[in-house]
Nanobody
């Protein structure tokens, strides 16, 4: 059974940084994409970033490009999201997801497995 466990959320002032981690277990993820999505109440889930284990290609939403960096540690089956220059608009529940796909990493419907989410709050 696939399990994704996020950690690293919290409260930070605008301009600060946080690093989220997503530890994956339960299968090999060589052909998987790992994504980070965020959601605030009343809004649709929003793509943040994704990475493909095979090849390491990374993808970002325009709203976070240049501020966030996604990376993966194959040996630990862990994906990280380094978030710098945080803004109050980045406040959301951030969730990690895994899916077997060759395209469509920005679409949350293409992911099969989800973590429980971690709250990120950025104060102004």
């Amino acid at each position: 059974q696939v399990q994704l466990v996020e950690s690293g959320g919290g409260l930070v002032q605008a301009g600060g940084s946080l690093r989220l981690s997503c530890a994956a277990s339960g299968r090999t993820f060589n052909n998987y994409a790992m994504g980070w999505f965020r959601q605030v109440p009343g809004k649709e889930r929003e793509f943040v970033a994704a990475i493909k284990w095979s090849g390491g290609s990374s993808y970002y939403a325009d709203s976070v490009k240049g501020r966030f960096t996604i990376s993966g540690d194959n040996a630990k089956n862990t994906v990280y999201l380094q978030m710098n220059s945080l803004k109050p608009d980045d406040t959301a529940v951030y969730s990690c997801a895994a899916g077997s796909m060759f395209s469509g990493v920005r679409n949350y419907r293409n992911y099969d497995h989800w973590g429980q989410g971690t709250q990120v709050t950025v104060s102004s």
